[in-house]
């Protein structure tokens, strides 16, 4: 059972490059969500899914962009890296969320980023 | 908005003791469900215990138990006979509707 997979695991982008992070899940599971994880702050919302064609804005997009062609993807695109998102990137997915029972995220291992 | 507060950044313990780490959350709906993540070194984020609001009796998973305070919007996490693999960031989240908060992490040492 793969999960969730997420590629890279680790990146270094210069300031004003692009690049996307994958994330792929194999649970045909319907909700799928990028956060970011700066030390001492948890997790923040990037952007989720909640079906193919669908996205909407967590708490912290600006800067970032996702789509949702398939239900196994779900892309993060960095347009104009700043070194503000150098952070840790998890994808995470969920096969039922506001109904029960509700058995919580699958998570990928994480992408380290570092914009230099 | 929908808040979760772990006060604790870092806990210790003596292997075999037990050990409590706090979170508080605050939600306006009835319906939610709580969640501890343990984040190991390794990064990846593994599910420890959930808790469903409209249950009463506390969650338990072999040496991870609850202590779910709906009233106080309370939810610590209980590790019983703490081992040397239980070292690692807990995460305490929250979930309604669509998204989960989380809270900032309490680091877990566990001595020897």
């Known amino acids: 059972n793969a999960g969730v997979t997420q590629t890279p695991k680790f990146r270094i982008l210069k300031i004003g490059q692009s690049m996307t992070l994958q994330c792929t899940q194999d649970m045909n599971h319907n909700y799928m969500y990028w956060y970011r994880q700066d030390p001492g702050m948890g997790l923040k919302l990037i952007y989720y899914s909640v079906g193919a064609g669908i996205t909407d804005k967590g708490e912290v997009p600006n800067g970032y962009n996702v789509s949702r062609s398939t239900t196994e993807d779900f892309p993060l695109r960095l347009e104009l890296a700043a070194p503000s998102q150098t952070s840790v990137y998890f994808c995470?997915?969920?096969?039922?969320?506001?109904?029960?029972?509700?058995?919580?995220?699958?998570f990928g291992s994480g992408t380290r980023l570092t914009v230099v | 908005a929908q808040t979760v507060t772990q006060s604790q950044p870092e806990m210790s313990v003596q292997e075999a003791e037990t050990v409590t780490l706090s979170c508080t959350y605050d939600?306006?709906?009835?319906?939610?469900?709580l969640f501890w993540y343990k984040q190991p070194p390794s990064r990846q984020m593994i599910l420890v215990i959930r808790?469903?609001?409209?249950?009463?009796q506390n969650a338990t998973e072999n040496r991870f138990s609850v202590n779910f305070q709906k009233a106080a919007k309370s939810f610590s996490l209980k590790i019983s006979d703490s081992q040397l693999g239980d070292a690692a960031m807990y995460f305490c989240a929250l979930n309604t509707g669509n998204q989960f908060y989380f809270g900032t992490g309490t680091s877990l040492t566990v001595i020897p």
């Open positions: 808790q469903e609001a409209y249950k009463q």
């Open positions: 995470a997915s969920s096969s039922r969320v506001g109904i029960k029972p509700n058995y919580g995220y699958t």
């Open positions: 939600t306006s709906e009835s319906d939610y469900y």
